[in-house]
């Protein structure tokens, strides 16, 4: 997994989850994790998701909502297409 994947301008929104969505996991669970702090948005853009919102506010923004709402689905229901996949058999 890439440690710095690039980030979409918006997150997927298929009903299950995507190579993208794999690769941006850490992504979501710090996106998580700021709301959890109530942490501001243009900050949390700035830092995570490596958009400057003074220099393209509405990029950020729709990047920011819509990668939340990705992240918030994935903790819903996206994880129970991993259980469905099982574990990888390689690093067992």
């Given amino acids: 997994m890439p440690t710095d994947p690039k980030i979409a301008d918006l997150a997927p929104s298929a009903p299950e989850l995507t190579p993208y969505d794999e690769q941006h996991a850490v992504t979501y669970m710090r ?24 220099l393209e506010p509405d990029r950020a923004r729709r990047a920011f909502d819509s990668h939340l709402a990705r992240a918030k689905w994935a903790a819903r229901h996206g994880y129970r297409d991993l259980l469905r996949r099982g574990s990888p058999k390689g690093g067992e």
């Fill in 31 to 54: 996106l998580l994790d700021a709301e959890a702090d109530n942490a501001d948005w243009p900050e949390v853009a700035r830092i995570v998701l490596g958009i400057d919102p003074t």
